[in-house]
């Protein structure tokens, strides 16, 4: 039987509402949690939504979550989420007991080589796993590799103030818009100092830090289609190629350059 898309993603939210986790831990390479559903959903475990290439999105009710290879995004369990994802994208999402693992917030987490090997390893092992032999050993040092995985700033917080919320949505879809903090203030009938305050209240971050922040979310992807890093720069809204290389080693750790390089590397 075929669906069609949105048949699709219903029948995939109906097989994820009915499962139940075999073993403390779940993610084949095949297997029903390995595809991107857009659909907003939540579930009683825990998932870490990861891609072996490309970029994973992960949307939430009050924030964004944005993971390239080298990333992946912590989703507690009962959180309502819709998981996107770029074309060729390779998921390999875990889905983990809440009991196996200390509880933390949903984040973007970084993902070491060792981590990486770790769950490519585990995506080939049988849903029921030997727990008490070498594959649950590695499944043991899987989990607690993830317990000490740092989180970093991939995220693009979503304010509650509906008017503000427009604005943030319209730059995080349009992140080569050059219109100044003005017009969006005179859009609300405001001063640009007023706005300003509503982005730092409802958002924790300023006007300008927030757009940055947008920009560079939207960079990834592009990075990751291998487009030349000035033309990412242009698509993301900067004029000027070294304010866009500062600005992303400042978030990244590293210069779109470096960034490149290493995807190569570990690919």
């Not at 994802?85 to 917030?105: E, F, K």
């Not at 009938?189 to 979310?217: I, N």
Request: with cysteine.
């Amino acid at each position: 039987m075929k669906y069609r898309q949105t048949d699709k993603q219903q029948h995939l939210l109906d097989q994820l509402a009915r499962l139940q986790l075999p073993r403390p831990l779940l993610g084949q390479r095949w297997s029903l949690p390995n595809q991107a559903i857009h659909t907003p959903h939540a579930h009683p475990w825990i998932q870490l939504s990861w891609a072996a290439e490309g970029v994973i999105t992960v949307d939430t009710p009050h924030a964004r979550f944005v993971a390239p290879p080298s990333r992946a995004v912590w989703i507690p369990p009962g959180l309502s989420h819709g998981v996107h994802c770029t074309a060729g994208t390779q998921i390999r999402s875990l889905y983990i007991t809440p009991d196996a693992v200390p509880a933390r917030p949903c984040e973007v987490v970084e993902i070491s080589p060792l981590l990486r090997e770790l769950i490519l390893a585990f995506s080939h092992f049988e849903v029921e796993y030997d727990e008490s032999g070498a594959e649950g050993r590695l499944v043991a040092v899987l989990l607690d590799r993830l317990t000490e995985a740092p989180g970093c700033a991939l995220m693009l917080p979503w304010p509650d103030d509906k008017p503000l919320a427009g604005i943030c949505r319209y730059l995080a879809a349009h992140p080569d818009c050059r219109r100044p903090m003005g017009y969006f203030s005179r859009q609300l009938g405001v001063s640009d100092k007023t706005l300003g305050r509503y982005f730092m209240r409802h958002t924790g971050m300023g006007f300008r830090q927030w757009r940055q922040r947008a920009r560079l979310l939207a960079a990834l992807p592009l990075l990751e289609h291998n487009l030349r890093i000035t033309d990412v720069a242009l698509e993301c809204g900067y004029d000027s190629l070294s304010a866009f290389i500062a600005a992303f080693g400042e978030l990244m750790g590293c210069t779109p350059g470096e960034y490149m390089r290493r995807k190569y590397e570990s690919s």
